[in-house]
């Protein structure tokens, strides 16, 4: 699968993926300190699901009303780091089906997916 994660998201997330055969594009790697519309929207044109643990890109989704491939919104707590990048790989793919078109909250244990559009 292709992905593109945002500045805040964890880095262990980006090399368990790449680990695991997916192509992601980090954008601390290709464009630090891009504002948030610029990432949705290079992520966008590029068919990439976005990764992130930044709220704002909900509001941007579903407020704003930007179009987006899909994204997953990582909302793991600081005891539960250490399986994060484990979680997104099973997450990508066991459910590689419902992750374009769809905003999923990722936490320990659980994904609550909302469909886009």
Do not use: W
């Not at 992520?43 to 987006?68: C, S």
């Amino acid at each position: 699968m292709r992905f593109m994660a945002d500045e805040s998201c964890d880095f262990a997330v980006v090399r368990a993926l790449r680990e695991a055969g997916h192509d992601v594009l980090y954008i601390s790697e290709i464009a630090p300190g891009a504002e948030d519309t610029a990432v949705i929207e290079r992520a966008h044109a590029e068919r990439r699901i976005l990764l992130t643990e930044d709220k704002d890109f909900g509001r941007l989704l579903f407020a704003a009303r930007r179009p987006a491939t899909g994204v997953i919104y990582i909302r793991f707590p600081t005891k539960a780091r250490d399986v994060l990048g484990h979680a997104v790989v099973a997450l990508a793919e066991g459910s590689a089906d419902t992750l374009e078109n769809s905003f999923i909250t990722l936490q320990p244990g659980r994904a609550r997916i909302n469909r886009l559009r």
